[in-house]
């Protein structure tokens, strides 16, 4: 079975940090791209950040310079560190897996697609990260 668990979202101050983890098992690292995605109350889901097999981090706008996207091998486990963190950034965050050569991933961070609605191959649940003013 093919599982990707997300933790480490929480209650945090404006200005905090957090570091949410997905752990993956079931599935080779190599052969997919890893996603971050959120979705807020009553807003669609968005993408937040992806992480290639060979290392390279793609990010939305909203975040860049603030959320860092990393990947331990050894550990199957794809991290997202976020600084700077803003009320706007409250939201269920998930993570997701699509196989390469990751069509939707490809074109969700190049500007080809505008809507994260997009064909991932395994979804986690989500973690809530709440950010107070």
């Known amino acids: 079975d093919v599982q990707l668990q997300a933790s480490g979202g929480g209650l945090v101050q404006a200005g905090g940090s957090l570091r949410l983890s997905c752990v993956i098992s079931?599935?080779?690292?190599?052969?997919?791209?890893i996603g971050w995605f959120r979705q807020a109350p009553g807003k669609e889901r968005e993408g937040v950040s992806c992480?290639?097999?060979?290392?390279?981090?793609f990010y939305v706008d909203s975040v860049k310079g603030r959320f860092t996207i990393s990947i331990d091998s050894t550990k199957n486990t794809v991290y997202l560190q976020m600084n700077s963190l803003k009320p706007e950034d409250t939201a269920v965050y998930y993570c997701?897996?699509?196989?390469?050569?990751?069509?939707?991933?490809?074109?969700?961070?190049?500007?080809?697609?505008?809507?994260?609605?997009?064909?991932?191959?395994?979804w986690g649940k989500g973690t809530l990260v709440t950010v107070s003013s």
């Open positions: 997701a897996a699509e196989s390469y050569p990751a069509p939707f991933l490809t074109g969700y961070y190049s500007g080809k697609y505008d809507s994260a609605d997009g064909d991932m191959d395994y």
């Open positions: 079931g599935l080779t690292l190599d052969d997919y791209a």
């Open positions: 992480i290639s097999g060979d290392g390279s981090p």
